[in-house]
Structures are given as C-alpha cells and as structure tokens.
C-alpha cells in the first residue's frame, strides 16, 4: 500500500514532468526555429558574421542585466510568495510596481547604453566603428527589460502555458523577421534584427500578461516605495549574479577574440548555442517552475530538500541522453545547425557538453541559495564562480585556442558543482538520494567513455560506441521514468506493457 509520502512524491513527479513537457515541448518548437534560423544566419554571414552577431547579443545581455537591475529575477519571487499566501491585493500591488519600474528601467538602461556606445565599442571591437550600432542596441535593451517585468508576472504566478506560447511565438518571428533582415542587408542587419527581436519579445509578453486577472489597486507614493524597495533591494543581489554571469561570457568572447580573431569568435558563438539547445529546455523548465515551487516550501527544508533531489532525478534522466547524443554526433550536428565551415568547433562543443552535463546535475541544488533568500552566499558564490571561469579562459585559451574555452566552462562546473553542493548541504541540510548518486556516477562515466572515444577513435567506431551508450541511457532513463510515476498519470496504451507491482 502506497504511503503518503509515496503518493506526494509521486504527484510531484508528476508537476515536474508536466512542468518541463509544456516547456519541454516549446523548447521543441524552438529548437525547429532555431534549426533553420542559425542555418540560415551561417549561411548567409559565415563564421565571422556568426561571431560579430554573438558579440552583439553579449552587449544587449550585459546591458539589460545592468539596466534591470535584477527587477525580473526578483519580481519572480516576490509574486510567488504573494500568490502563496493568498493574498490578492498584495499580488496586485507587485504586479503594478514590477510592471512600472521595468519600464523605468528600461529607458535608463537604453539611454545608458546609447551614451557609452563608444567606449563599449572600443572595449568590444577595438575600433569606433560599431559605435552607431551599440548606440541601437540600446532600444533592444529597453524592449527586453520591459518584456521581462511582463514575464516574471506570469513566471511568479506558474501560468506556464502562457510562457510556453511565448517562447513559441518569440521563436517563430524572430526567425521570420531576422532572416530576411540579414538576408537584404548582410551583416549590417545584425543589429536591426536584434532590436526586431526584442520588439517580439515584448509584445508577446505584453499580450499574455494583460490576459491576467489582477485585482484592482490604488497605491499610495509610500507604498509604491515600499513595494520597489522590495523588490530592488532583492533584485540588486540577482543582478549582481546576472552581470558576473553574462560580463563573464562577454570577456571570454573577447579573449578568444582578441588571441583568434573573429572567426574563433563565431566558432565558440556556434558551439555555445549548440552546446546549450538540448539542456536549455531542461534548465528552462528548471526556472520557471521549479523554483516558484521550491520558493514556496523554502522554510521547510524536508520539503525543500526532497523537491530537490526529486527535480534533479528527472532532470539527469532527461538530460543525460540527449547529451550523449549530442557528444556524439557533434559533427553531424554542426554541419546541420550550421555549414561545413565550423567544424573546428566540433571538439569545443564536445568540452561544452561535458560543462552542461555538470550544470544539469548542479543547477537544482543552486536553487536552494536563492529560494532562502540568502543573498550574501548567492553574490560571492557568483564572485567566485566568475574569477574561476574567466581566470581559467584566460590561462588555456592562449594554450589551445577557443577549444580552451570549453575547458575552462567544464573546469567550473567541475568545481562550481562541489561548492554548490556544500553551500546547499549547510543551507538546508541537502543530502543526494541513493538515485540520484547512482545516476550522476553512470552519465558521467558514460559521457566520459563516449568523449574519450571520439578524441581517440576512427569517427565509425567512435559514433558506434556512442550510439549504443546512448540507447543503453535512453532505455535505462525510460524505466526509471515510468517506475517513478503513478500508473493513473501514465498513457493508457502502454499500462498493460508494464510490470505488475509486488
């Protein structure tokens, strides 16, 4: 007979795959567009072209992180907590300030940029040239912190389907509307399209969010303070992070810049995104919803830890094997995604996919340092994670080129993870599962037996061996997935297939 920890358990496997196969199946549709969008953007542009676009998108990154001031991350969780408690009006008065100071920050952040674009260019391309275009940017700026208040709206209140739509829409007219713009104009239309993709953004934000029934509230200036002191003094921590994140990959497309010059640059750009398209739909799901859950229970740390392991269980089941497909097949995969031109990044998006099998095992834990609020722990955690990264970056790029860039992502997650695992360990008393133990020591050891196959093997047998460790990974995450639901959550066409329990 089932226990009531055992049913819990079970229905909260349930949130985690339902959770992450509406996301997951956005992310689908996504990966479709992006097939054909980074096609056709190799195609039309090359590797340099593809460099000077990651560029770009690394200034638009950093300067909306500055200029958001941590607002989005933060909103997220004060409307989780707000919704938790059941409280309507104090769900209301977030929403209005969040809404009010994102537009705000917006223009600052777009007006900022506009006035530094020579300096910025300076720093990023070493000639004034890319000044007008930085100045540009700004407006892309504003439209994504803007479109981000609006998500953190919907994230906080879990209307998952609704983010799910967006990440559809997003990718499908970013896809229709940066092509062409590249097409016509060549590299020049990089940044037009970036700004026409932030534009998506915000409005299919803005259509979803305003389909929220928020209740009706008049704030005073005192509260409207109170409100944005909440937020700003939480957000300035996650925007800390986020610039120490984003200001990280931004230096390091320069270093390989700088040492390789701007092809490297596109090499890495079109590793990284392809390195991060499988994992990105798992660590999505992750943010969305995993984390308004884990808010929710945090001053339980029984419930907070078993959310923990049980999300980590499910990720590595998903994740795992479509990284060792990837490990793989990344050169059949970098000409698909790509052209024939960036296969030399093939073994650098094999380092890559290595880093994100650590990421995915490690990312739950994380979550367990900003559900608790600690913000100092949360800050100097991403202090170090940064000096680590970027200081290996700089020690083995000059040695192996962008291929040390990939490296230096696997050596922090190597390290990243076990002080994750400690900070979370004294947080909340984490412990892993037997599971979870078991399944980290397998897909890492069969990552790491089918890397060393395709560095040391003729590619034939190399792929042979990777495909049978993927098949074998796939089947054994199949079993464990279907033991872990409840047999009334499951298809009714395969139940007879199943074993009959004890």
Not at 487 to 499: H, T
């Amino acid at each position: 007979m089932a226990t009531t920890n055992e049913v819990s358990s079970g229905k909260s496997y349930v949130q985690i795959l339902r959770s992450t196969a509406v996301i997951g199946g956005s992310s689908v549709v996504n990966i479709g567009f992006a097939i054909v969008r980074n096609k056709g953007m190799a195609v039309l542009l090359g590797p340099e072209g593809v460099g000077l676009m990651g560029l770009y998108s690394s200034i638009v990154d950093l300067a909306q992180t500055l200029g958001g001031l941590g607002v989005q991350a933060s909103g997220v969780r004060q409307i989780a907590e707000a919704a938790g408690s059941g409280d309507e009006q104090r769900v209301a008065r977030t929403a209005k300030v969040l809404r009010r100071i994102s537009l705000v920050l917006g223009l600052i952040g777009a007006v900022l940029l506009a006035l530094l674009s020579l300096p910025v260019a300076v720093l990023t391309f070493d000639d004034r040239g890319h000044a007008a275009g930085v100045a540009i940017l700004g407006l892309a700026v504003f439209f994504r912190t803007v479109a981000a208040g609006q998500g953190a709206l919907i994230q906080g209140l879990r209307e998952i389907s609704s983010l799910a739509r967006i990440t559809m829409l997003g990718a499908f007219f970013s896809t229709v509307i940066a092509l062409p713009t590249v097409y016509f104009f060549g590299a020049q239309g990089i940044v037009p399209a970036l700004v026409a993709m932030a534009t998506v953004s915000m409005l299919t934000s803005w259509w979803h969010s305003r389909k929220i029934k928020i209740a009706p509230t008049t704030l005073s200036l005192q509260q409207v303070g109170q409100e944005a002191s909440a937020l700003l003094k939480l957000g300035v921590a996650f925007m800390a992070s986020a610039v120490l994140t984003f200001g990280a990959a931004y230096v390091i497309r320069i270093i390989v810049l700088r040492h390789d010059g701007v092809v490297a640059a596109g090499l890495y750009q079109a590793a990284w995104a392809l390195g991060g398209l499988y994992a990105g739909f798992i660590l999505q799901a992750m943010g969305t919803d995993f984390y308004p859950r884990l808010t929710g229970v945090s001053r339980d740390n029984a419930a907070c830890n078993r959310l923990v392991n049980e999300q980590t269980q499910i990720s590595m089941l998903l994740a795992g094997p479509g990284l060792l497909a990837t490990l793989t097949l990344a050169p059949v995969a970098m000409t698909l995604f790509y052209t024939p031109e960036f296969q030399p990044a093939v073994n650098l998006l094999r380092w890559i996919c290595l880093g994100m099998m650590l990421r995915i095992i490690s990312w739950p834990m994380g979550f367990i340092v900003l559900a608790k609020g600690a913000q100092r722990v949360f800050f100097w955690m991403e202090v170090a994670a940064t000096v680590v990264h970027v200081g290996l970056a700089w020690l083995l790029v000059p040695m192996f080129g962008p291929i040390g860039a990939g490296g230096a992502f696997f050596g922090l997650y190597l390290w990243h993870g076990m002080l994750t695992f400690l900070v979370a360990r004294r947080l909340s008393g984490l412990r892993w599962s037997g599971m979870n133990q078991a399944l980290a020591v397998g897909f890492l050891s069969a990552a790491a037996v089918v890397f060393a196959a395709c560095l040391a093997l003729p590619f034939w047998i190399a792929t042979a061996i990777g495909a049978l460790v993927t098949v074998a990974s796939g089947l054994c995450s199949l079993r464990i997935l279907l033991k872990l639901l409840p047999l009334d959550a499951l298809p009714q066409a395969i139940r007879p297939w199943l074993p009959k329990p004890a």
